[in-house]
């Protein structure tokens, strides 16, 4: 990083007088002034959507409210006739949709779970720093609501948080019981660490791949399990019965490019966030199918949004290289040590504040040129990685975080002798579809789990809540189905027509179509015959699916 | 900004210098030809293997984590996943061969290590499962994404990343309930607690809540 030799220098000028400072601090009303000025939420980027639960009534980022405003992928003539007959259809292939189809394996019900990937291929697999759980000392669920309270700014809602922190300790054991491996101390027990806004230590980690250890083994729990998966199916519309009540889906089976109609008697969505809608430009940390699609979903089933206009932008994320740009740095890193410093080698924030501050004051610094520019035209602060090893001894970086020294050591970074230079990235959809302390939504017959839904983490999450959530409320929603299950009713796109005719009301729509499914960065395309295909088409290199062929095993008998 | 050329699955791409295959395919209007998941590095579906023109020796990559090199050739190389093994308690080398009888197979190539993109060293963690050294292989597999790199180069149809997990689940699911240092608290005070923090107008409850984070409990 020669391009920043001088920068460094400052950096490295002032690390023994930083070490021993105290973090500067920052009063509320200093907070909210710089929220104001500085944070991408509060730009007045956004507008009200004219159409559906919403409309005229609260506002959404312009991307989203496009989408909002966006008629569906079906051609017009499309009349749902039913392939698929289940009684749950699990929309979502993430940590949310696999807990819920976990929580239905005693069940005896017909369980599908449909996912735009692969099964697994998640924000959830891209968690770095953890998973939130009071099980310290001096800490609480009561103490675990009140830190997430604050950083929510209050506008959680106090039913969600109340039975997300009721329920950490009991997740905890669920995921020990499946297999799941976090970190401990050496008398046995869980290694915690603070994150940004925890009063106490609280999050739980497997080392900066907690999503990885989580995810993976959801997935083998899935794949053993007698869950039928329908991968690289891409929910493009509900069904209805034409009298409120949600009743299947239509999915595209992105393989044989044909539509597949699923009768449900009850249908999670547990789709996900949005940040592949790179809202306002900025990068993201999200992964490919981060499109916000349940949200469209269920909006056109006349489910109110919570907080839409809220998303979540990561302070710690990755500015050089080109090639790691928008990826993640996880917040542990920081409560372990790690600094940030502008490019004049002074600390400007104290590290372990909520993010949507932290963010805005690092977007302060470089918007009043303190950052440091890269040889590619961005800008971003330094996070004082040395110090961990400075701090903690050496070979701590390595042994905490070998996802971040993997990442980098490819780019002749070495994380625990240079700095990584960051800038906000756009993370989580702190708001979503408005569900109740079961995930049901306003709609019969469709739940909602997961960063799809809004409210329980108010204007802003705090670190290690997310991971927290899809397991206590992917299983929540998926017991509170199986407990209400509704008759099966019949399947059609009246929704679908009564959105419709609302578009047509408005001239200055754009000609986009969703739920969008890919990046619009990524060029994919969607296109599907209407005609079922009878026989798996001919498949290129991007064939899915495994293939039936086994070679005969020499040693069975 | 300066650009290289590249080939990917024989067709030419051009991509800007720095930036990753499966960036450069967005650009170019291919995405389609790598399967692509988190484009993160941890999912494991953009498998690919490169070849250079300089002579240096091919390997297997992630085509999110890869960047585009002059003259370098892409080749997209997905993996099929394998129906896996349930995990079971206590587990041992002799359970691990009952569930994977091919685990004997190896002859020590090395190919799986060479070919693991998260550099774990899989061949020799193979032979700690071979000789019941199970906790250090949970460990060695702390880094894996299942991408199936590792299964797919064996001509012996060894199964490491799915034995690694099966090694995990089994390791993590027999430790049973973890020591933990929660105080046990009176149900009252619980409530008590609770009513403070849920009761009040919306002002009330915020600094309620400011005050609680202070010591964990209602200062009077």
């Not at chain 1, 060029?523 to 005609?531: R, S, T, Y």
Request: aromatic fraction near 6%; hydrophobic fraction near 35%.
């Amino acid at each position: 990083m020669d391009w920043a030799s001088d920068s460094l220098k400052k950096l490295e000028a002032t690390r023994e007088e930083r070490l021993l400072q105290e973090p500067p601090t920052l009063s509320d009303a200093d907070a909210d002034k710089l929220l104001q000025e500085f944070h991408p939420d509060y730009l007045g980027m956004e507008r009200n959507v004219r159409v559906g639960p919403n409309a005229d009534t609260c506002k959404f980022p312009h991307e989203l409210a496009d989408l909002l405003e966006s008629d569906s992928h079906l051609p017009q003539n499309f009349e749902p006739s039913v392939d698929i007959e289940t009684d749950v259809l699990i929309l979502g292939g993430g940590g949310a949709g696999a807990s819920a189809a976990l929580a239905l394996e005693e069940s005896g019900l017909t369980v599908h779970l449909a996912t735009k990937l692969r099964l697994g291929d998640s924000n959830t697999v891209m968690a770095e720093g953890g998973i939130q759980a009071s099980l310290g000392v001096d800490d609480s669920s009561r103490r675990h609501f009140a830190d997430a309270y604050v950083g929510g700014h209050g506008k959680n809602d106090s039913d969600l948080l109340r039975v997300l922190c009721e329920n950490s300790a009991d997740t905890i054991r669920w995921l020990g019981k499946l297999g799941c491996t976090l970190d401990c101390n050496e008398d046995g027990t869980f290694r915690l660490r603070s994150g940004g806004g925890t009063s106490v230590p609280r999050v739980l980690a497997c080392k900066d791949y907690t999503g990885l250890e989580i995810m993976r083994v959801l997935k083998d729990a899935v794949l053993l399990s007698n869950t039928q998966t329908l991968q690289e199916h891409a929910a493009v519309e509900l069904l209805d019965d034409g009298a409120g009540q949600v009743t299947g889906a239509v999915l595209w089976d992105r393989n044989k490019g044909n539509l597949v109609t699923v009768s449900a008697r009850a249908v999670i969505l547990a789709t996900g966030g949005s940040g592949q809608l790179r809202l306002q430009g900025f990068p993201t940390s999200n992964h490919l199918g981060a499109t916000g699609d349940g949200l469209v979903l269920a909006y056109r089933q006349g489910c109110k949004l919570l907080h839409g206009e809220s998303y979540q932008y990561h302070p710690s994320g990755t500015a050089y290289p080109e090639a790691l740009v928008g990826q993640l740095v996880t917040e542990s890193i920081r409560s372990t040590g790690a600094q940030v410093v502008n490019a004049e080698g002074e600390r400007f924030i104290g590290e372990m504040t909520f993010r949507d501050v932290l963010a805005a004051a690092i977007i302060r610094e470089v918007a009043e040129k303190r950052g440091a520019q890269t040889p590619t035209h961005r800008a971003g602060v330094w996070l004082d990685t040395p110090l961990i090893d400075i701090i903690n001894g050496e070979g701590t970086l390595r042994r905490q975080f070998p996802g971040i020294v993997h990442r980098f050591e490819r780019y002749q970074i070495d994380p625990a002798k240079q700095p990584i230079l960051i800038y906000p990235t756009l993370h989580y959809q702190n708001g979503g579809i408005q569900v109740d302390r079961d995930g049901c939504t306003e709609a019969k017959g469709l739940w909602a789990a997961g960063e799809v839904t809004g409210g329980l983490h108010g204007t802003n999450r705090l670190m290690g809540n997310s991971l927290l959530d899809i397991t206590v409320f992917g299983r929540r929603a998926a017991l509170s189905a199986q407990n209400d299950l509704p008759p099966r009713r019949p399947v059609t796109l009246t929704c679908l027509k009564k959105s419709r005719e609302q578009f047509k009301n408005i001239s200055d729509r754009r000609e986009v179509l969703s739920p969008q499914l890919f990046p619009t960065q990524a060029g994919m395309k969607v296109a599907f015959e209407l005609q079922k295909a009878e026989e798996p088409s001919a498949t290129g290199f991007n064939s899915s699916g495994p293939s039936t062929y086994e070679p005969p095993d020499p040693f069975s008998k | 900004m300066k650009t290289v050329d590249i080939k990917v699955a024989g067709k030419p791409v051009q991509a800007r210098e720095g930036e990753t295959v499966i960036h450069a395919l967005w650009a170019a209007g291919m995405a389609e030809s790598v399967k692509t998941g988190c484009v993160g590095g941890v999912c494991g579906a953009c498998t690919i293997t490169v070849r250079f023109p300089d002579g240096r020796p091919g390997r297997t990559d992630l085509a999110c984590l890869c960047t585009a090199e002059e003259g370098m050739e892409v080749f997209p190389c997905p993996v099929d996943p394998v129906p896996s093994v349930a995990p079971q308690a206590s587990p041992n080398a002799g359970k691990l061969r009952t569930a994977y009888p091919t685990l004997d197979r190896c002859t020590k190539c090395g190919s799986c290590t060479s070919a693991c993109p998260m550099s774990i060293p899989v061949m020799d963690s193979v032979l700690r499962m071979q000789s019941d050294q199970l906790s250090v292989v949970a460990e060695d597999f702390t880094t894996c994404i299942h991408c199936g790199l590792c299964r797919f180069v064996c001509e012996d149809r060894v199964q490491p990343h799915n034995m690694g997990m099966w090694v995990r689940r089994s390791i993590g699911a027999s430790l049973g309930p973890l020591k933990e240092a929660v105080v046990a608290v009176e149900p009252e005070q619980v409530e008590r607690e609770w009513k403070y923090l849920l009761e009040g107008n919306p002002t009330e409850r915020i600094n309620h809540a400011r005050q609680f984070r202070n010591s964990g409990g209602i200062e009077e």
